[in-house]
């Protein structure tokens, strides 16, 4: 592992300049400091479609994640001028007021390629069926329930956060949960799994 240090100046776009950087150089890593100001930040709450606004002088108290070419998922938290802390996801949109110094540790090709995987998505199974599921899913639980009881052989693929989430997501294209995989192809739901169950096609797996 190395490390890097970016400076962005007055009026750069600390997401976009991350995801360029990443991009560009091809890097894998994670933030591990960072110290400046921002003159508007835009930022995802936790379970909250809608993307906060903040404008005015704003000051970066945290900013951790995870860098990669295909994604940049960061955290942001920053204090106002009334000592008042926000945080959230971080969005396109947050602006550097005066200067912003980020410190990133870039992984090398090895300790990429050992958390490249991080919800056994390529992990080696004897089974052919695959569920992807939701910690908190009924539908989840009940697709569980019934292999469970019956026996049946799956690999249980739990999506944790929203890097799992993306990562699932763009190997069926569905953003609905459970995900039911057979021989590495996506077929559907639960709606789907119960039709392939009745039809006891499930009887060799």
């Known amino acids: ?28 890593g994670f933030v591990l400091g960072v110290v400046g100001d921002l003159s508007s930040a835009v930022f995802q709450c936790p379970n909250n479609q809608d993307k906060t606004f903040l404008g005015g002088k704003l000051e970066i108290i945290t900013l951790n994640g995870s860098l990669s070419p295909s994604l940049v998922h960061l955290h942001l938290s920053i204090s106002d001028t009334n000592c008042q802390v926000w945080g959230g996801h971080l969005e396109r949109g947050s602006i550097v007021l005066k200067g912003v110094d980020i410190l990133i540790a870039v992984l090398s090709d090895v300790e990429t390629q050992l958390s490249i995987d991080p919800i056994g998505l390529n992990s080696k199974s004897n089974s052919r069926l695959e ?7 009924r539908w989840s639980a009940r697709i569980k329930r019934i292999l469970d009881s019956r026996k049946i052989s799956y690999n249980n693929i739990l999506v944790k956060d929203d890097i799992d989430f993306k990562i699932i997501k763009e190997r069926s294209g569905s953003s609905t949960f459970p995900q039911v995989f057979i021989d590495g192809q996506y077929i559907g739901g639960y709606t789907e799994f119960l039709s392939y169950y009745s039809s006891g096609d499930f009887s060799n797996y």
């Open 131 to 137: 569920i992807a599921t939701l910690p908190d899913c």
């Open 1 to 28: 592992m190395k490390t890097l240090r970016l400076n962005l100046n007055t009026g750069s776009d600390v997401k976009l300049s991350l995801e360029n950087l990443c991009e560009k150089s091809n890097i894998n």
